[in-house]
Antibody, heavy 114, light 111 residues
């Protein structure tokens, strides 16, 4: 059974940093492109970032470009999202998902507030 | 990259059909056959219902179907059931820079 388990969310002050992790199991992690998608409270889905199966190519939404970094450690079957210079508008549930969209984690809440 | 446009709400009685539109541009919906649809129940993660316009993942009922014409894609749910009441989001590949864009979301109510 495919499982994606996010962790690392929490309360952070504006301008602060946070690193999210997504532990993958039940599939050959290094064969799949992966992504992060977020959902602000009561709002719609927003694609945030993606990384290819090789880890060579990364892509970002304009709203996070230059502040967020997606990476992966295939030896640990883990996807990461390093978030710097956080803003109030980054407050959201962050989902880890296969880029295809077939499998999603349950999400981790990030709250940016003073 | 702007979000794809969906109607805020749609509704139908049990057994009826409901169709949701998803309007983009030639740079996303109109340019590629990589439109997906997701169902999301409150407090839950999204679930992939259709990919590549009209392909269903294993386990998704054939009551869910999709189409595309120009810059607009559509999701049709036939034979509405109570469990179909949820939020629905479309998404599209949007080129090598922005990669993926989601729709604004549609709340489907089963009357």
């Amino acid at each position: 059974e495919v499982q994606l388990l996010e962790s690392g969310g929490g309360l952070v002050q504006p301008g602060g940093s946070l690193r999210l992790s997504c532990a993958a199991s039940g599939f050959t992690f290094n064969s799949y492109d992966m992504s992060w998608v977020r959902q602000a409270p009561g709002k719609g889905l927003e694609w945030v970032a993606a990384i290819t199966d090789s880890g060579i190519s990364t892509h970002y939404a304009d709203s996070v470009k230059g502040r967020f970094t997606i990476s992966r450690d295939d030896s640990k079957n883990t996807l990461y999202l390093q978030m710097n210079s956080l803003r109030a508008e980054d407050t959201a549930v962050y989902y880890c998902a296969k880029y295809s969209g077939l499998h999603w984690g349950q999400g981790t809440l990030v709250t940016v507030s003073s | 990259q702007s979000a794809l446009t969906q109607p805020p709400s749609a509704s139908g009685s049990p057994g009826q059909s409901v169709t949701i539109s998803c309007t983009g541009t030639s740079s996303d919906v109109g340019g590629y056959n990589y439109v997906s649809w997701y169902q999301q129940h409150p407090g839950k993660a999204p679930k992939l219902m259709l990919f590549e316009v009209n392909e269903r993942p294993s386990g998704v009922p054939d009551r869910f179907s999709g189409s595309k014409s120009g810059n607009t894609a559509s999701l049709t749910v036939s034979g509405l059931q109570a469990e179909d009441e949820a939020d629905y989001y479309c998404s599209s590949y949007a080129g090598s820079n922005n990669l993926k864009v989601f729709g604004t979301g549609t709340k489907v109510t089963v009357l």
